[in-house]
């Protein structure tokens, strides 16, 4: 399983799932999801497609997935709701991807997924629906390539760009913050006296990390 975005209610899930017996080797809320999908087949789904619908309606939370499972090598369910997931459409073969630029040079059809939406892939197609198994229909859209080339430059791939972009980054986000002459900084948006500043006796930066090159699945 591949999962972009956070499972609000893993701690809950995670929690009924052990109770049952299940036991983690991890703590990430997408072994969770993982191990939903499986309790749906030991509950008696029928298909991936079956267990991957039953698991996510019991999700709260944003997610990208994509879905393979050993006793159906032939396909891989994806699902979109908050994180974005496209279908790209070639000769005899079919990606999936987060972004469109994971598609250059294999592919100039792709298929937007939209919130709730799930689909299936296989080598040869697509089908495309919602947790409820209801059809959607979804054309292929044409990437324009100029738009995409425009974007990466002479770079090599994004994962270049953005790590060659990244003293350019910083000299723009502390631009006009820095005051030399008195060897400190102006924050906009504390709104607090030097006084009130001085109180703190620890800062914790915290972010979430992303690929900066999207990762691509592929079946052909």
């Known amino acids: 399983m591949v999962h972009n975005g956070i499972i609000e209610n893993a701690d809950e899930l995670r929690a009924k799932l052990a109770a049952d017996g299940v036991v983690f080797t991890s703590q990430t809320d997408t072994e969770t999801v993982a191990h939903l999908v499986a309790a749906a087949f030991a509950a008696g789904a029928d298909d991936l497609e079956q267990a991957v619908r039953q698991a996510l309606r019991q999700v709260v939370g944003a997610y990208g997935l994509a879905v393979l499972d050993a006793e159906?090598?032939?396909r891989i369910v994806v699902a979109r709701n908050g994180s974005p997931v496209l279908l790209g459409v070639g000769e005899k073969e079919m990606f999936v991807a987060s972004d469109v630029a994971a598609l250059i040079g294999y592919t100039r059809q792709v298929v937007y997924l939209d919130d709730g939406e799930?689909?299936?892939i296989t080598a040869t197609g697509y089908r495309t629906y919602t947790l409820d198994d209801r059809a959607v229909a979804k054309s292929p859209s044409t990437i324009d390539w100029d738009v995409v080339g425009a974007e990466i430059g002479d770079h090599a791939h994004f994962l270049a760009k953005e790590i060659q972009e990244q003293p350019r980054t910083i000299e723009r986000a502390l631009k006009g913050r820095i005051d030399e002459r008195f060897a400190t900084a102006h924050l906009?948006?504390?709104?607090?006296?030097?006084?009130?500043?001085r109180e703190f006796r620890r800062?914790?930066?915290l972010a979430?990390?992303?690929p900066a090159t999207p990762v691509s699945s592929a079946l052909s």
């Open 72 to 74: 159906h090598p032939d």
């Open 118 to 120: 799930l689909a299936t």
């Open 188 to 197: 906009g948006g504390l709104n607090m006296t030097v006084r009130e500043a």
């Open 203 to 205: 800062v914790k930066i």
């Open 208 to 210: 979430a990390a992303r």
